[in-house]
């Protein structure tokens, strides 16, 4: 974190980087229409990120370890994939 000030001399903390944790990245899917893509690890999330900003906008906690995700071909959904073989669909609004 960098904590830069907001004049009043209170410290304002603010994210500097974000990522996935222990483990593999081993998922990633490019929304269709918008500038956005989705990335899944071993450590058990997975993140929607902004394009243009590099920024993570989502952050979603899941039961097993991520191996595959990708939008609906109209970008309203989010299906990940995981190790023990189930998946779950997520609606991406």
Do not use: M
Not at 8 to 35: C, I, R
Not at 71 to 87: C, I, K, R, V
């Amino acid at each position: 974190f960098e904590v830069p000030y907001n004049g009043k001399d209170k410290a304002v903390p603010q994210l500097l980087v974000d990522g996935h944790g222990e483990g593999e990245l081993w998922g990633l899917a490019v929304h269709p229409t918008k500038h956005l893509f989705a990335t899944g690890s071993d450590d058990k999330v997975i993140k929607v990120w902004n394009g243009d900003t590099h920024k993570s906008i989502a952050t979603i906690q899941a039961k097993f370890e991520v191996r595959s995700c990708g939008f609906s071909p109209d970008g309203n959904f989010l299906a990940a994939g995981y190790l023990n073989g189930s998946f779950s669909i997520f609606s991406v609004a």
